[in-house]
C-alpha cells in the first residue's frame, strides 16, 4: 500500500509550500483588487476599481494587444512545432537511426532565459541589428533605417518573433514522445493499404498527436498571455501588454492605484481559468482520441 501512496507522500512537502504560496497570492490579489487585505480585516471592500477598468479604453487596448500576440503566437508555435514533428516522423520512417540528436538541436532555446531570448530578438532584428546591418552590407537596402521596425512596433512583430522562438521547442518536447510510440510496423502497414508517408501521418498519426497538441498549445497561450519580460523589452509605448500595464501602474502609480493593477491581474487569471475549463470540458475527448484510439491500433 505505502509503495503506491509513496511518491505523493514525497511530492506532499513541496506541493503544499506551492499551494499555500499559490492559493495565498491568489486570494490577497483578490481582495487587493477590491481594495481590501488580509491586513485590514477584509474593511471596505468595493468593485469600483473593476469598472474603472472597464470603462477605460487604454484597458481594452491593451487587453486585444495581449489577445492577438498570444493567440498569434501560439499559432504559429504549434504549426512550426508540428511540421518538426513531421520531419521527426519522416526521418525515423526512412529508418535513419536516432531522432534525438534532431530533438535536442530544436531544444536548443529553451536553454536561455526569456529575458535573454528578448535581448537577442532585439540584437538581431532592430533596425540597428545584426540583419539590417548584414543587409546593409550587402546593399540589399541603402541605409539600416530602411529596415522594417519590427521592434517596439505597435503590430508586435518582434514580440511574436521572440515567443514563437522559445515556445515552440517547448511543442516539439510535447509531441516527440508520441512520435516514439508509432511502431515501424504500422507504416508497413499503411502502405500495404495505400497511405503514403504524409497520408499516413494525416489519419493515423496526427490524431494520436492532436490532444497533447492542444494542451501544448493551451500552456503556451496561458504563458504568453500572462508573461511579462518580453512585451516589457520588446513592445510599444502605446498600447501596452496587458501584464507591463498593470506592472506599471502598480509600480509607477500612486498606492490608491496598485487595486487597479490586481483587477488586471484578476482579468489575466479569470481568461486563463476560462480557457483552462474548456480544455477541461473536452477531457473526454482528449483521453479517446489518445489513449482508445492508440490501444486499438496497436492490438
Known amino acids: 500500500m505505502f509503495q503506491r501512496i509513496k511518491p505523493y507522500v ?17 486570494a490577497e490579489c483578490i481582495l487587493q483588487s477590491m481594495g481590501t487585505s488580509f491586513s485590514n480585516g477584509f474593511e471596505k471592500i468595493q468593485f469600483s476599481y473593476y469598472s474603472q477598468i472597464f470603462g477605460s479604453t487604454d484597458f481594452w487596448k491593451s487587453l486585444a494587444l495581449t489577445f492577438k500576440l ?34 535536442r538541436f530544436f531544444q536548443l532555446p529553451m536553454l536561455f532565459p526569456y529575458l535573454v531570448a ?6 538581431m532584428f ?28 505597435r503590430w508586435g512583430i518582434g514580440i511574436i518573433i521572440a515567443y514563437v522562438w522559445k515556445t515552440t521547442p517547448f511543442v516539439v518536447l510535447m509531441l516527440y514522445p508520441i512520435i516514439l510510440r508509432v511502431e515501424s510496423g504500422w507504416i508497413d502497414a ?13 489519419e493515423a498519426v496526427f490524431p494520436l498527436i492532436k490532444p497533447t497538441l492542444k494542451v501544448s498549445a493551451y500552456i503556451v497561450f496561458t504563458f504568453i498571455f500572462c508573461a511579462f519580460e518580453i512585451p516589457y ?3 510599444s509605448t502605446y ?14 502609480g500612486s498606492f490608491e492605484e496598485r487595486p487597479l493593477a490586481m483587477a488586471m491581474s ?3 487569471i479569470l481568461v486563463s481559468c476560462i480557457m483552462g475549463i474548456i480544455l477541461f470540458w473536452n477531457e473526454k475527448d482528449l483521453k479517446r482520441e489518445s489513449g482508445v484510439y492508440f490501444e486499438k491500433n496497436r492490438n
Open 118 to 123: 528578448g535581448y537577442v530578438v532585439f540584437l
Open 266 to 268: 484578476m482579468v489575466m
Open 70 to 103: 498570444a493567440i498569434i503566437s501560439t499559432v504559429i508555435a504549434s504549426f512550426v512545432g508540428l511540421g518538426i514533428i513531421f520531419c521527426i516522423y519522416v526521418v525515423r520512417s526512412h529508418g535513419e537511426g536516432s531522432t534525438v540528436g534532431i530533438q
Open 190 to 202: 499503411g502502405r500495404i493499404f495505400g497511405f503514403t508517408r504524409t497520408g499516413f501521418f494525416a
Open 239 to 252: 498600447p501596452k501588454a496587458l501584464p507591463v500595464y498593470a506592472y506599471q501602474i502598480y509600480s509607477f
Open 233 to 235: 523589452l520588446l513592445g
Open 126 to 153: 532592430s533596425q540597428s541589428g545584426w540583419i539590417s546591418r548584414i543587409l546593409f552590407s550587402l546593399g540589399i537596402i541603402s541605409q539600416m533605417a530602411d529596415f522594417p521596425a519590427l521592434i517596439n512596433d
Open 10 to 26: 514525497y511530492l506532499m512537502p513541496s506541493a503544499i509550500i506551492l499551494s499555500v504560496i499559490v492559493a495565498g497570492g491568489t
